[in-house]
């Protein structure tokens, strides 16, 4: 062992709880299997995905209201089937997005006084999607573009001023696992259960890079490494021990680095702090979070938080709002059972006043692009902001799309007789078309499935020639 300790000013950060008082307790929190965080932080709102029957609903807690909540919180309940998940406006902290199993992406405006009934009408709903939608995220510099990915394998971007899909971003083989922007927003990366890592140039559609993961099959993760053309993943080895690896965004065959955590069997959650270029994993199952220093393609390990109390989700509070008389690095919101508490790292100092080695500008809540701009063509670094004279949140500003609105369907009750029947019989031939349709789907895929077979045993058997196979014909004419 060497005698040397490697110096650093984050070597002796320390984590410590709440206290119960101050924590979130009575929580009816989602019990989806869909693999996501479950809350969402911002300076003014929690955000945690909602346990309701008979569609989906996610709640807003102000970061001030801590303690029991009510048995019967209002909540935001537009969805048709369960919130999967939210992410709030990185310029507005009055907005947030949600998607859910109803196959739709929903925008919201947060009331700033207490609610009096659940709000059941977003902002802006947007339809595109043809299966369930797992994951929202906002983009950093340009104001109003939010990426969504589904289970149809589709990564779509929306324009939310607009109300319009911009970009629809196709390569998956199978369901999209993580994404993560890059610090300007010009790529994105994701992660997949084909065990695949792929960078997309989001507005050309283009795989720039594409590379083999984790070769587990458990779920895995990916966060780009702030201003760096470094990538992390975490994920499980075939025989199931959790690992992370360290990627140039550049050149994904092989990892610049790689190191087994342990044997858990719950996903690790990445989160990167671009400013003190800390990287902190919370594994769901897990009561610890650790975290490491990234330096020269290496991950240092710095030390470990540990609690007796299981997370199911966490979320980090943007550095902007965090406490830096106290030299409070990073804010964590842990979820537990039924309760979210709280968790301070902070990096302990005897000298009194602004610490600049530690806080050095972050980012701003100022848009660096608009999203004409952004889709235009036109790249930018998010804008910064020095926390040395405090950082004062903005006051609301309502979202409002100029997208044209949808009028709700009128739904007709039947009345009598003869109005039943009618109902039974319409709902009874719309059934039998569908069920036409799906026999149809078979039929196709089979002979598909067919085709294949007889040109793989034909190429296996002979070399090919420039000549069309039947599959390529039947492919091409589709």
Request: proline share 5%.
């Amino acid at each position: 062992m060497s005698r040397f300790i490697r110096a650093s000013k984050f070597r002796h950060v320390y984590g410590s709880s709440a206290k119960r008082d101050d924590c979130y307790d009575n929580l009816r929190i989602s019990t989806s299997a869909w693999d996501t965080n479950i809350v969402k932080v911002n300076p003014r709102f929690l955000s945690v995905n909602w346990n309701a029957g008979g569609g989906g609903a996610f709640a807003i807690i102000p970061l001030e209201s801590i303690g029991k909540m009510s048995s019967n919180p209002f909540l935001y309940c537009g969805h048709a089937g369960p919130v999967l998940d939210t992410d709030f406006s990185n310029f507005n902290d009055y907005v947030i997005a949600s998607a859910g199993e109803d196959c739709k992406v929903m925008i919201w405006n947060i009331a700033e006084e207490p609610l009096e009934d659940n709000v059941t009408v977003p902002a802006l709903t947007l339809n595109g999607h043809g299966r369930k939608v797992g994951q929202v995220l906002f983009h950093p510099t340009a104001d109003n573009v939010l990426a969504s990915s589904s289970a149809d394998l589709t990564i779509r971007l929306w324009d939310i001023e607009k109300g319009i899909e911009k970009q629809q971003l196709t390569g998956h083989m199978e369901a999209i696992q993580s994404m993560d922007w890059n610090w300007n927003g010009n790529l994105l990366v994701t992660s997949c259960k084909d065990k695949k890592i792929r960078v997309f140039d989001v507005r050309a559609n283009q795989i720039v890079q594409e590379g083999n993961g984790h070769q587990g099959i458990k779920g895995s993760r990916v966060v780009w490494l702030g201003d760096e053309d470094r990538i992390a993943t975490t994920g499980f080895s075939r025989t199931s021990d959790r690992q992370i690896f360290i990627w140039d965004s550049n050149n994904l065959n092989a990892p610049l680095n790689q190191e087994s955590i342990d044997f858990s069997s719950g996903v690790l959650m990445p989160y990167y702090d671009a400013d003190t270029h800390m990287l902190y994993l919370a594994g769901k199952g897990d009561g610890n979070i650790r975290y490491y220093e990234f330096a020269n393609d290496s991950l240092k390990y710095l030390a470990e938080f540990k609690s007796t109390d299981p997370q199911r989700g966490i979320a980090y509070m943007p550095k902007r709002a965090l406490n830096v008389s106290d030299c409070e690095v990073a804010r964590a919101y842990k979820v537990c059972r039924d309760s979210i508490e709280p968790v301070s790292f902070v990096v302990p100092r005897k000298a009194e006043g602004f610490q600049e080695d530690v806080f050095p500008p972050t980012r701003s809540d100022e848009p660096a692009l608009t999203a004409d701009e952004f889709f235009e063509g036109k790249s930018a670094s998010p804008k910064l902001v020095s926390l040395e004279t405090g950082f004062v949140a903005k006051s609301k500003k309502a979202f409002v799309s100029s997208a044209p609105q949808q009028a709700p369907e009128e739904v007709i009750h039947p009345t009598n007789e003869k109005e039943y029947q009618d109902a039974y019989h319409k709902l009874r031939q719309e059934n039998e078309n569908f069920k036409n349709q799906i026999a149809q789907k078979d039929i196709k895929i089979r002979q598909l499935e067919t085709q294949l077979a007889q040109y793989t045993s034909q190429n296996n058997s002979a070399p090919t020639s420039g000549a069309s196979t039947p599959l390529e014909v039947e492919m091409n004419g589709n």
